[in-house]
């Protein structure tokens, strides 16, 4: 029954949407009627390229034995939305190629299949006085660089360059032993800002040549993607991390430089970052972080989560880290009755079809929520989070909420729309 509603939502939404004029039916990330007031795209159009890096001679942690650890030359996809120079009668029109399925599951094979997105592939950027704040995008365990084309491409239309990385070992095609996930995934992210950074230098061929301000950096992380940004803005891992992770790799020291105590940490030593955005971040519940290693992170974050979360844990989890974090200026946006998917695109139409594993479509899907809606709503809080600390806008309003959205009607959000959310604030000690 739930397939077949979502199957009819999906046919009503493309006719409205031809009825209306728009080339494109209904997409991942349109503003829904009901949809708060920041959650409309901006006024630039959007391109998008596809950028291949290589993070040289990084610890090959898949294949440490006896705490040897053999180096490799790390291979990393990224997306890049920009604004665009779009053309007369260009459309802002792109399909992404992407997989369901898991890599190296015999119970779940890899399906390819494509999404629709409003960007235009390879046109010129659209240059301008002033460069384009930074926003890098990381995704959980498994999932792609595509897995939040709503928001990528919503930010994208406000006048950021967004950069969402697949992190090798990690994706839905390369799935490989969690060790990998565990040790790159804050690596992956520091690296990616830099090579952004070189790419946008006046001196580069690059076509983000002159075109980014990586001094004014935003870091978005879902699950093990909020794993890595918090660690990479200040959260240092815990020992019992370390530990654990020596245990499973056969005695490798690798994680040790990114806990709290040790001397070459250098979680929160980058100034470039503005902001942090942690949807779901993973790893409370089993260890990760001790009260020491949350007092690092003391760049302004803002926290997203379901309070029925099943996989990073509500009270003993994501909102313990937002308890603990007591030196950044932070804020705990949740969703209640919603579980873990609190940040992907809504479930492809792929994943409805017959035969499939559920969990496919449970990937993206909320058993209490339209995950429309949820897109919707997280593009207006990002929007305003980001604005105020990288773009210098006035949106503190938006922010200065009610902690009960049932309380009182939430600015930005249309009357009668803003329930079922607790928006708590708590600034630094």
Known sequence: MLRHHFATLLVLLSVSALLSGQSTPFVFGDALPDAPELAERGNYKVGVRTLQLVHKTQIDVLHSQNGNDPLYDRPLTVEVWYPGKLAEGDLEEVEYDQLMGTANDSLRPLIPFKSKG???????????????????????????????????????????????????????????????????????IGFVIDEIESLAAQDSKSFLRNLVDAQNTAIIGYSMGGYGVLNVAGAGYSDQLAAFFDGMTGGSKAMEELTAGHPNFKGGQDDRIKAVVAFAPWGMERGVWDSEGLLGLKIPTFFVAGSQDDISGYEKGIKAIYNGARKADRYLLTYRNARHNIAPNPPPVESLAPGLPFDEYYRYAEPAWDERRINNINQHFVTAFLGIHLKNEDYAKYLELEEDSNTKGWMGFPTRSSTGMELLHSRAE
């Open 118 to 188: 409003r960007s235009a592939r390879s046109v010129e950027p659209l240059a301008e006085a002033a460069k384009y704040p930074l926003v890098v995008v990381s995704h959980g365990y498994v999932g792609s660089r595509y897995l939040m084309t709503y928001l990528t491409e919503n930010l994208a239309s406000k006048g950021y360059v967004v950069v969402a990385i697949d992190h090798t070992d990690s994706t839905f095609g390369d799935a490989a032993a969690f060790q990998s996930t565990l040790l790159n995934r804050a690596k992956d």
